[in-house]
C-alpha cells in the first residue's frame, strides 16, 4: 500500500502539489488524470523519490521512502518517465538487463539472465532483442523501457505518460499488458495519463489533480462522470456507455 | 571485431609506441639517455591514463559528450597559482625554482578549491550539477582573467618563465614527482572502486539511475572528488592538457561502440596514451623541440571538436 500524507512541493514558492494525501490499495491499476501543470508527474516523482518533497510523508507498505536503503527500494518500486532519450549504444537485451541492477549490482547471474528472458517474452521483444535502441521505432522503445521495469520485478509500478508518442493499436497493447500485469502477477500500478478513456478503460481507480490539489479520489465510475470532468478540465463532456465501458466524448 | 580484441589491439599499439620511444636510437650514455626516457614514458601513462579516466567519468555525470573536465576551472587555477606565485615571489624563488614544492603547492591548492567549490555548492537541497559546471567556467574565466593581468605587470623575463607553464610538456618531469603521483593516482584508483559498478547505469541518466537504486548525489559528489585529484595531479605534473581527454574519450566511444565503461575508460587510456607518446615522438624528432606537445594537441582536438560539432548539428 502507498500512503501519501499532506504532501507539499513548491518551485519558487509556487505551490505544484498542494496538501495531497491518498492511499492506494495493493492489485490496482490507478491513474492520474487532470489538466497540465496540474502536479501529476511531479506527485508521482515524488513517489518514487526521483525529486525531494518539501513536506508531508509518503510510506509504501509502513516504510519511508526517504529512510529506506536506495536499493531496498529498488527492488520494490520503479518508475518509468515519459522522456527515455539514452544516447548509448545499447541493445534492447542489455538495456532490459539493467533493470536487474538492484539484485546483482552489475554482474548477472543466471537467475538475472531468466528474468530478463521472461520480461522479454512478455513484452514480445524476441525478435528485436539483440538490436540496437537507436534502430527502433518509439514504440517498441517504448516496450524495452517496459520490459527493463518488469525485469527490475518490484510489486509497484509507476508510469509517467507511457503512451506518449504511441500510435492507438500500440497504446491499446501496453495498456492491455498494464491490465495483464495487474490481474496475473499481482503488481500495483500507479499511471499518469492524459487520455481520459484510457484511463476509464483500463484503470481501477482514478486520482484526479487540479492545480496540484486532489479533485476527485474514487473508482473509475465515478470519477469519469459529466460533473466532475467539468470540474477538473473546465469543458463540458459527454458520456455515452459503450459495451460497459464509460467514454468521453469531447470533440 | 568486438570491443574486447579492440582493446588488446590498442593495448599492443601504447606498448609498441612506447618501446620504439625508448629505445628509437639510442647512442651514446645509455645509462643517462634510458633512465630519462623511461621516466618521460611512465610519466605520460600516467598524465595521459588520469585524463582519459577522468574525463569519462565526468562525462557520465554530467551525460554529455563535450564536457570535459576542464570546466571546473582547475587549468586556469593552475596557471593562476603559477603566475601568483611568480607575481609575488618572483621567478628564481624557491617555490617556483624546486619543483617538488611546486607541485605540492599547485596540487594543494586544486584540490583545495575543488573541494570547497564542491562543499558550498552541495550544501544547500539545490545540487545541480549544471549549477557547478557554471560556476566553474565563471571562475574559471576569472582565473584566467586575473592570470592574464599579473602575466602583463610582470617582468618580461619572468613572463617568460610563466608562458613556459602554460604549455604542457615532458621535457623536464621530476622522477620524485613522477613517484608521488603514482602514489596519488593509485590511492584515488582504489577509492574509486567501490564506485566502478554505478558508472554504466549512471550512464542512463539521473532518473534511471535512482530508479536502479543508485544513491546518486553521494556517488556524483565522491566521483567528482576523484576527477578534481586526478585532474589536479596529471596538470601539476605536466602541464594543463585536459583538452586530451575530450579527444580521446570520444575516439573510444565511435571506436568501441559498447556502453560498458570497463572497456570505454581502457579505451580511453589506452588512445591518450597513444597520442601522447606519439605525439611527444613527433615534437622530439620532427619539430625537435620547437613545438611543445599540447600544442599538437590541442590543433587536433580543436579539429576534432568542430568535426563533433557539426556532426551533432546535423542530427537534429
New interface residues.
Partial sequence: MVDIKNVFKLYNQKKVVDDVSLSIEKGTITSFIGPNGAGKSTLISMISRLIAKDNGEITIDGQDIMKTKNNELAKKISILKQSNSINLKLTVRELVGFGRFPYSQGKLTKEDQEKVDEAIDYMELGEIQNKYLDELSGGQRQRAHIAMVLAQDTEYILLDEPLNNLDMRHSVQIMKTLRRLVDELGKTILIVIHDINFASCYSDHIVALKDGKIIKHGRTCDVIDQCVLKDIYDMDIDIQNIDDKRICVYF | MGYKKKTIILAIIAILLAALYIFYDLRGNIGYILPRRVIKVVAIMLTGGAIAFSTTVFMTITNNRILTPSVLGLDSLYMLVQTFIIFIFGANSLVMMSSNINYLVSIGIMILFSLILYRFLFRG?KNNIYFLLLIGMILGTFFGSFTDFMQVLIDPNEFMVAQDRMFASVNNVNTDLVYISIVIIVATLIYFMRFY?YL??M??????A??????YDYIVKRLLIIVAILISVSTALIGPITFLGLLVVNVS?ELM???RHFYIILGAVFISIIALIGGQFIVEKIFTFNTTISVIINFIGGIYFIYLLLKENKSW
Fill in positions: 537541497e559498478k554504466d547505469v550512464a542512463l541518466g539521473k532518473d534511471e535512482i530508479n536502479l537504486g543508485v544513491p566511444y561502440k559498447t556502453f
